[in-house]
């Protein structure tokens, strides 16, 4: 068991490629650890130690509810340790790699994700996002741990060996499996791998090896969840998106996405995703058929129904049927039929005369009365009519339609002619009450409509005329509150807006579109804008002059003061247009010499910041700002290259200032942190003793001598590479070491070419494939490759001409490796088999002879 001062450890938890971590009490303070101690093969790198406590002390500071805390970090003889909160409650995987329920799964990425823009604000990269590094708190939250250590080994590794990965390979996001620089974003593609497991079960990518499974992170597509899960598709298609700018920006709007998803779950809205595994989802119950359920379920209510027509008929019928089967035979209809048939038609016939003369006089009854002595009704009711007739329907000295037809009822309250007359008299009323509404007299309506309802007795018309009585009161109390309003915001300046004066104006003609008042008000409101946009065109503020201009032509479509305006607003952005044409000009001209950014105004960047404030919208300011941001990346990565930070860093932010999103500053980052921690680590060295200075110097020594003999990353151990990276390791700033290694990708180069023209390829190719490791983004190797392929066509076409087909054909298949499109192989493949066909036919025929 490993001893480490202070600790005391219990047994082991567990065992990865880069740690070993054990229970232990932490003795100070008696309390148990997950004590992690680093395997040794991690010192390998003289640097590492010192990033790793580094690193480790930095992610200390990380104090989150879903970060494992860290209580201490050190190192003790060859043994590096953190010493962290211990979990006990395991990882987020079951322990049979089962998949979790939804709720769980979800809960766990929403706080990782916090968790990890919490650390990303902070600006740390996790790098190695899985289940194995989430643990499962007592209280059922969930932590993550190992923050730093993936830098610490990252920063190591890459050190010793361009474009090396870290992370663990089924997790790590396309551009780690690329070797790129990383940033929050990649955490988050690991996160949705997490959730994929969980809901699954297993991962996504699975292959037989890690490159293979790195691959398919670069190159398949974005795994599709069961149909059970299509409504978490969404989340996981932004999660695991092959490029950053297409997933989720940080672990906050993950967190938000899931709480959606979790409260529609609350409602009750997404039960297919918190059905217990075990049950499969059922589409619902059978039905039962119409009968079945009405013999499970009583009927609650029923409309009345009248049957079938044959039945009703068949129950009228029957009891008359019945009573005629009872009574009994009329026998004098027996005896005497005939005698009993006229005495009943004889009685018909006179009863029907009575009625219909009956009822002929009172269908007439009106005029044979006017046909009676004229009396006091009908004087009455004759005035009645010829007051009615006059227009006077209502009054008091005694000669108006409605007092003389009341007067009629008086005496005869049935008479269906002052009945009549009274109905005239209301319906005229009310006539009369509509057009004086019309007229906006509502005093007269009122007035009116009183009288008809004392001579109706009210009803429908009544009641409609007043309803629209008041609807008009309603409406003009409202035009006249509108007309004042507007006057006063007009008078105090407020002109547009929802109250100002042209919205309420216009409110004013939405209930009368002839308004005299508020069409004045428009035209004066339209006249207070014309003024403001005469003057907002002589201050250059041109954006909002045609705002105010077309603010007067939707007021006031026929405004004579609008073609004026216009006119003016065009001369004037024609004028304005010319003058930033020619301060763009100016700053292009100052960026190409190189004054990109200064003090006043006398450099590029000011100009067309200058030029963006007059108008925020120029495309080639925009476009000049964006070049301006990539001359000061340039010059932050000269300064890197010098080794100069202060001047790095403010570079870096004044290019991040003008260019958030640019591709380069996460790198420039990245290296300005390393190049910070390079300079720290190397002033905290120790001064080298004589015996290392010795030993430095051998190793230079010996690093020229394999560089000019072309050993440049070959044999392993002896080759300019290893040796210069021998003397960094013993003096990290040797300017010589420094020196030696940039110089290796161009003496590649130098090799190449001598080894060509020497015709030596396969040496050519082995500085192909050194420069590749060396510099495996360098522009030329591409063209390198090309030279190649066509030396080795060369060589093959020779050898064809020699009748020498197998060297023809190894040379044809190392052009083919280098250059596979060439348009060459075809023919010389074609040459190849004419040779190979030429010589079975010449020894066909010396056999023959």
């Known amino acids: 068991m490993i001893d480490i001062p202070g600790y005391r450890v219990l047994r082991p938890l567990g065992r990865g490629g880069m740690a ?54 050190g190192r003790s003889g060859d043994c590096f340790y953190i010493a962290m909160e211990y979990i006990p409650g395991g990882t987020i995987l079951d322990d049979e790699g089962r998949a979790r329920e939804v709720p769980f799964a979800l809960r766990a990425v929403r706080e990782i994700a916090r968790a990890l823009h919490y650390a990303n604000s902070k600006g ?17 939250s969930f932590a993550l741990t190992d923050f730093g250590i993936a830098r610490a080994n990252d920063s190591a590794t890459r050190m ?59 190159t398949e597509p974005v795994p599709q969840l ?13 999660l695991l998106a092959k490029e950053p700018d297409d997933r989720y920006q940080d672990g906050v709007a993950v967190a938000t996405a899931i709480e959606g998803i979790e409260r529609q779950i609350a409602r009750g809205e997404l039960r297919d995703l918190v059905r217990p595994r075990s049950a499969s989802p059922r589409g619902g119950t059978e039905r039962a058929s119409p009968s079945a359920r009405m013999g499970a379920e009583p009927r609650r209510r029923a409309e009345p129904s009248l049957g079938r027509m044959d039945d009703i008929v068949a129950a009228a019928e029957r009891p008359l049927r019945a009573t005629d089967a009872r009574r009994p035979p009329d026998r004098d209809r027996v005896r005497r039929p005939g005698g009993s048939r006229a005495a009943w038609i004889f009685t018909g016939a ?37 007051a009615s007739k006059a227009g006077r329907l209502v009054g008091t000295a005694g000669d108006s339609a409605r007092e003389l037809f009341e007067a009629a009822r008086a005496i005869d309250p049935d008479n269906e002619i002052a009945r009549s007359g009274l109905r005239r008299v209301g319906e005229a009323l009310i006539v009369q009450a509509e057009q004086a509404r019309e007229k906006n007299d509502y005093a007269t309506a009122h007035s009116r409509l009183a009288d008809a309802r004392a001579v109706l007795g009210g009803g429908p018309a009544v009641d409609q005329a007043e309803q629209a009585l008041k609807k008009a009161e309603s409406e003009e109390t409202q035009v006249i509150e509108l007309f004042d309003r507007a006057e006063k915001a007009l008078a105090a300046g407020l002109i547009l807006g929802t109250d100002g004066a042209v919205m309420l104006y216009e409110r004013m003609l939405q209930a009368d579109a002839q308004n005299a008042p508020a069409l004045a008000g428009l035209r004066k409101a339209g006249a207070a804008l014309a003024a403001q946009a005469r003057e907002l065109l002589s201050q250059g503020r041109l954006d909002e002059a045609a705002t105010r201009i077309d603010d007067i032509a ?104 003008i260019a958030p999103n640019l591709a380069e500053l996460s790198a420039a980052r990245s290296r300005l ?11 905290s060295r120790p001064v080298l003793t004589p015996d290392q200075v010795q030993k430095v110097a051998t190793l230079l020594a010996s690093a020229e001598k394999a560089a000019a003999a072309g050993n440049l990353m070959v044999p392993p151990g002896t080759s300019a590479y290893d040796k210069y990276r021998a003397a960094l390791a013993i003096d990290g700033n040797n ?96 040459k190849l088999r004419a040779l190979g066909s030429s010589t079975t036919t010449a020894a066909g025929d010396g056999s023959g002879s």
């Open 160 to 218: 010793t060996r361009t474009g090396a990965v870290v992370g663990t390979p089924h997790y790590m996001s396309p551009e780690q499996a690329r070797g790129r620089s990383l940033d929050g974003r990649s955490d988050l593609y690991s996160l949705g791998i997490v959730l994929y497991e969980l809901l699954v079960g297993r991962v996504p990518f699975h292959a037989e090896d890690s490159l293979a499974v790195g691959i398919m992170h670069i």
């Open 124 to 140: 740390f990269v996790h790098r190695d996002v899985k289940p194995d590094n989430i643990l499962i708190r007592e209280d059922g």
């Open 350 to 386: 006179f009863a029907f005369l009575v009625v219909m003369g009956g009822f002929v006089l009172w269908r007439n009854q009106d005029k044979l009365r006017a046909l009676l002595p004229r009396t006091e009704l009908n004087d009455l009711l004759a005035r009645g009519d010829a």
């Open 554 to 657: 939707r007021a006031l479509p026929n405004d004579p003061s609008v073609p004026n305006l216009r006119a003016d607003l065009q001369n004037a952005r024609a004028a304005a247009g010319a003058a930033l044409d020619a301060q763009v000009k100016r700053a292009q001209d100052l960026l190409r010499a190189g004054k990109v950014s200064g003090s006043g105004d006398d450099n590029a960047l000011a100009q067309f910041q200058a030029v963006l404030a007059r108008d925020p919208n120029n495309s080639k300011a925009r476009t000049g700002l964006g070049q301006v941001a990539q001359a000061l990346m340039v010059q932050a990565n000269a300064a890197l290259e010098s080794s100069n930070a202060n001047l790095a860093e403010r570079l870096i932010r004044q290019a991040e200032g």
């Open 226 to 238: 069961p149909s059970e899960f299509k409504a978490l598709q969404p989340v996981l298609d932004r």
């Open 673 to 683: 942190r390393d190049l910070r921690e390079e300079v720290e680590i190397a002033a």
């Open 735 to 830: 300017a010589q070491a420094m020196t030696g290694l940039q110089s290796l990708p161009q003496r590649a180069r130098d090799e190449f070419n001598v080894a060509v023209g020497e015709q030596k390829l396969d040496r050519a190719k082995d500085m192909i494939e050194t420069l590749a490791q060396l510099s495996p983004g360098d522009a030329g190797l591409p063209f390198l490759r090309s030279r190649l392929a066509e030396a080795w066509l060369d060589e093959a076409d020779r050898r064809v001409g020699e009748n020498r087909a197998q060297d023809a054909r190894r040379a044809i298949d190392a052009a083919r490796g280098l250059s596979p499109s060439n348009p060459r192989l075809t023919v010389l493949e074609q």
């Open 20 to 73: 070993t971590v054990y229970l232990a009490v932490q003795e100070s303070v008696d309390r148990e650890v997950a004590l992690k101690v680093m395997s040794p093969t991690l010192m390998a790198d003289p640097t590492f130690g010192e990033r790793f406590l580094r690193e480790a002390r930095i992610a200390a500071k990380l104090h989150h509810p879903n970060v494992v805390g860290i209580h201490d970090v």
